[in-house]
Nanobody
Framework: QVQVVESGGGLVQPGGSLRLSCVVS????????VGWHRQTPGKQRELVAS???????NYVDSVKGRFTISRDNAKNTVNLQMNSLKPEDTAVYYC?????????WGQGTQVTVSE
């Protein structure tokens, strides 16, 4: 049974940084393409950063140059380093596989960027 646990969110001022982590158990993590998704109330969940099984990364334009995704297959972990945070980055962040989300969704981690 796959379990996904996200952590690392919090309240930060604009321009600040946070590092999110996602630990996955019960899955062949190392063969999966994994992404960080975010969702705000009333909007669809958005894939903002992804990393393939072999380490190739991709980002949506709104986070390019500010977010960095990485993975540690030995620890079944995918991380998201977020710098120069903006109020519009405020959302609940989740990790899952892509292009199809095959893991059960975790509880997510709340990121709030505000003065």
């Amino acid at each position: 049974q796959v379990q996904v646990v996200e952590s690392g969110g919090g309240l930060v001022q604009p321009g600040g940084s946070l590092r999110l982590s996602c630990v996955v158990s019960g899955s062949s993590f190392h063969i999966r393409n994994v992404g960080w998704h975010r969702q705000t109330p009333g909007k669809q969940r958005e894939l903002v950063a992804s990393i393939t099984a072999w380490g190739s990364t991709n980002y949506v334009d709104s986070v390019k140059g500010r977010f960095t995704i990485s993975r540690d297959n030995a620890k079944n972990t995918v991380n998201l380093q977020m710098n120069s945070l903006k109020p519009e980055d405020t959302a609940v962040y989740y990790c899952n596989t892509f292009p199809r989300s095959i893991w059960p969704w975790g509880q997510g981690t709340q990121v709030t960027v505000s003065e």
